[in-house]
């Protein structure tokens, strides 16, 4: 199971950072995603991380404003979030596969609320 925390409620231009634990699996041998979905809106992948952080990917839109990290002695990989636009208010998920670039995730974790409003 995994477990995102972080979100909040920021002013545009702000800043968080989201987290990603497990506590049954260890998070570095494992391709880390994390999704988005706003309101009314398809569900997002924004970011993603293969094992051991060999490479990372970003949707457009976010490129030079996330990135994503990881700590291995935490077992946690994090979303630094910079420069939050409107538009990126949305319940956050982080996702886990075995597979280096998965069609599909095999865990998810429940979201966690990002809200960006002045």
């Known amino acids: 199971q995994l477990v995102e925390s972080g979100g909040a409620l920021v002013q545009p231009g702000g800043s968080l950072r989201l987290s990603c634990t497990a506590s049954?699996?260890?998070?570095?041998?494992?391709?880390i995603g994390w999704f988005r979905r706003a309101p009314g809106k398809e569900r997002e992948g924004v970011a993603c991380?293969?094992?051991?952080?060999?490479?990372?990917n970003y949707t457009d839109s976010v490129k030079g404003r996330f990135t994503i990290s990881r700590d291995n002695a935490k077992n946690t990989v994090y979303l630094q979030m910079n420069s939050l636009k409107l538009e990126d208010a949305a319940v956050y998920y982080c996702?886990?596969?075995?597979?280096?670039?998965?069609?599909?995730?095999?865990?998810w974790g429940q979201g966690t609320q990002v809200t960006v409003s002045s």
């Open positions: 049954q699996y260890t998070l570095n041998y494992y391709t």
């Open positions: 991380s293969t094992g051991r952080g060999v490479n990372s």
């Open positions: 996702a886990a596969s075995l597979r280096k670039y998965p069609s599909e995730y095999d865990y």
